[in-house]
């Protein structure tokens, strides 16, 4: 168990530092006399997809970005009305959100928040779940099968990184989901034991 322990924290510090050494998501507002943005990325998993949403959640723009070093688009929002909108960038590992507001003659940045994915890694009968909790939040793990009934549940408190192992070696033939939820968000990864 120990051995097993020591590498799931292993896990975790390279993902720190593989997205440590990332370069980060950034958005600049174009300084010409235009209405638009800039936005650069290095691409850090497989696929990463990134969207304009209004405030109503209407997609406005969205884009899938296969594996490439690096990303930069020009946005021209010179034909969206007045108001408030949010430039969405998800990956496996992490949601970056970034909300700007549009005015008759200029654009300006409000803030950019971003949200920890939990990453799971099967392997031999068992499900790992990393979960970069900063914020120390409280989470709230279960594990329900095909009928929706609670195999397990757990509520993990004031932990910075949320490290459980799901052993399902010797596990009734089912579809299985693991459900992790902290007070924003709610995530689910399908687990089939035949």
């Known amino acids: 168990m120990k051995k097993v322990v020591r590498s799931i924290a292993v896990v ?17 507002v174009n ?9 650069e990325m290095d691409t850090t998993s497989e696929e990463t997809f990134v ?12 884009e899938k970005v296969e594996t490439v070093n690096s ?12 108001g408030s909108y949010f430039l969405e960038v998800e990956d496996a590992l992490k ?29 031999e009968g068992k499900v790992y779940l990393n979960l970069l909790n900063l914020e120390k ?8 099968d095909s009928e929706n009934r609670i195999v397990f549940q757990e509520t993990i408190a004031d932990e910075m990184l949320v490290e459980k192992v799901f052993n399902f070696e010797d596990a009734f033939e089912d579809n299985y989901v693991v459900v992790v939820q902290n007070k924003k968000d709610t995530y689910y990864e399908d687990i089939t034991v035949k």
Not at 56 to 62: A, L
Not at 71 to 81: A, G, R, T, V
Not at 137 to 144: G, N, R, T
């Open 12 to 28: 975790a510090l390279m993902f720190v530092a593989a997205t440590g050494l990332a370069k980060e998501p950034k958005l600049s």
């Open 71 to 82: 990303y930069s688009k020009k946005f021209n929002l010179k034909n969206l009305p007045e």
């Open 95 to 123: 949601e970056t959100t970034f909300e700007f507001t549009v005015d008759d003659s200029t654009i300006r940045i409000d803030k950019r928040k971003e949200n920890a994915k939990p990453v799971f890694r099967k392997k």
């Open 137 to 144: 939040e409280v989470v709230k793990i279960k594990v329900l």
């Open 51 to 62: 969207r304009v949403v209004d405030m109503n959640g209407v997609i406005i723009y969205k």
């Open 31 to 39: 300084p010409s006399q235009e209405k638009s943005l800039n936005f």
